[in-house]
């Protein structure tokens, strides 16, 4: 009986003493006057159903409100998983097959112009191009971001509130000449692109005869009851609860119109939100047991890189297997199925001055 009642005392003092270390952790990232600034750090971690830890910390910039444990920031491409998801969901309503070619579904679409969308060593592979790849960034390519950065950061500087449309996303990467950049014949390497996803977002818009951000929001975001999840400059925010800034450097990329984002990455939520929607996905009630295999069946990528799946990256915190996604823009939603851990983080600075991953890692060896 003293045993069982010392413990009834001790662990709640364990458990408090573990937070406010974390928090003390969190707080010392703050770095308003760095190159880099972070002003704010949001952390939620679940264990089995039950939240572990839940807060925010710092402004959204040097000189506004604070943050809380509940506000929204861009999610960045984590936004994939969601796409990833319709589409197997999809694949077992027998709309599509994984192995089916693209032109299949977007031939039609004109400016597309399909058959010049890849292009390697003067060959057009365009029609090689199948689902599956898309999925898991085996297309070939390329991005308009990550591989014309110099030429994309200076059109978006030049039209800062420009409503792009997946015509115009589409237009741009023409633009740049990608479709003559391509890395590989499909399903011969690895390459993560954008393209991909935008792709694949008109593949749902095909198949469903709407919007891709309604069919999101009707296939998982009204289900799962995601009220603070939205996708943003396509629909209208869900309430008025506070966002954070979220920066480049010293660019304050919530001052941008980043509506060139739309499937590669346009989603705004919360931790909260995250986190009900990768325990959803986990617990099956979104795709069944095959989908998720298929999901999570990881491959080599290439060096400096997470082993990746169908929309979904591998990563190893503390030894133990995560399944989930980064997001630009500093931001991470992953699930543990061994131990039913949940992480979902928003670092407002997608360039810190320190590496995400040791933190997180140094953050769950005290929760253990």
């Not at 999809?90 to 969308?117: A, G, H, P, R």
């Not at 309604?214 to 506070?242: G, V």
Request: glycine share 6%; charged share 20%; aromatic share 14%.
């Amino acid at each position: 009986m003293t045993i069982r009642l010392l413990l009834i005392f001790f662990i709640p003092l364990v458990s408090l003493g573990q937070t406010s270390s974390i928090d003390s952790i969190i707080k010392s990232k703050i770095q308003s006057d760095s190159e880099n600034p972070v002003f704010s750090i949001l952390l939620h971690i679940e264990k089995r159903g039950k939240i572990y830890y839940s807060k925010g910390f710092g402004n959204s910039d040097k000189n506004s409100q604070p943050v809380k444990e509940n506000s929204k920031f861009k999610i960045a491409s984590s936004t994939k998983i969601f796409v990833s998801t319709i589409i197997l969901q999809l694949m077992e309503e027998y709309k599509l097959k994984l192995t089916d070619k693209v032109f299949q579904y977007l031939d039609n679409l004109d400016f597309l112009q399909f058959d010049n969308l890849h292009t390697f060593e003067n060959n057009s592979y365009s029609n090689q191009i199948s689902i599956q790849d898309l999925l898991s960034h085996k297309s070939g390519l390329a991005d308009i971001f990550n591989d014309r950065k110099d030429e994309f950061f200076s059109h978006l500087l030049q039209n800062p509130q420009k409503q792009y449309s997946p015509e115009s996303i589409v237009e741009l990467y023409y633009s740049f000449g990608l479709n003559h950049s391509s890395f590989f014949e499909p399903n011969k390497g690895w390459h993560y692109s954008d393209m991909n996803y935008v792709l694949l977002g008109l593949i749902i818009e095909s198949i469903e005869q709407r919007e891709l951000h309604k069919s999101i929001r009707n296939r998982i975001l009204i289900p799962l009851k995601m009220e603070d999840t939205y996708f943003e400059f396509y629909e209208d925010p869900t309430n008025k609860a506070h966002v954070m800034n979220q920066y480049i450097g010293k660019i304050n990329f919530s001052k941008l119109n980043t509506s060139f984002d739309w499937a590669g990455g346009g989603l705004v939520s919360t931790n909260q939100d995250l986190s009900t929607f990768i325990k959803a996905l986990f617990e099956y009630k979104l795709i069944n047991t095959e989908s998720l295999k298929k999901m999570i069946d990881v491959k080599f990528t290439k060096k400096g890189e997470y082993r990746y799946g169908l929309g979904v990256y591998e990563s190893i915190y503390n030894g133990k297997t995560y399944f989930g996604h980064y997001g630009f823009y500093g931001t991470y939603i992953g699930y543990c199925p061994e131990s039913k851990t949940v992480i979902s983080y928003a670092i407002n600075q997608a360039i810190p001055d320190f590496e995400g991953h040791t933190l997180i890692s140094e953050i769950l060896e005290l929760s253990e």
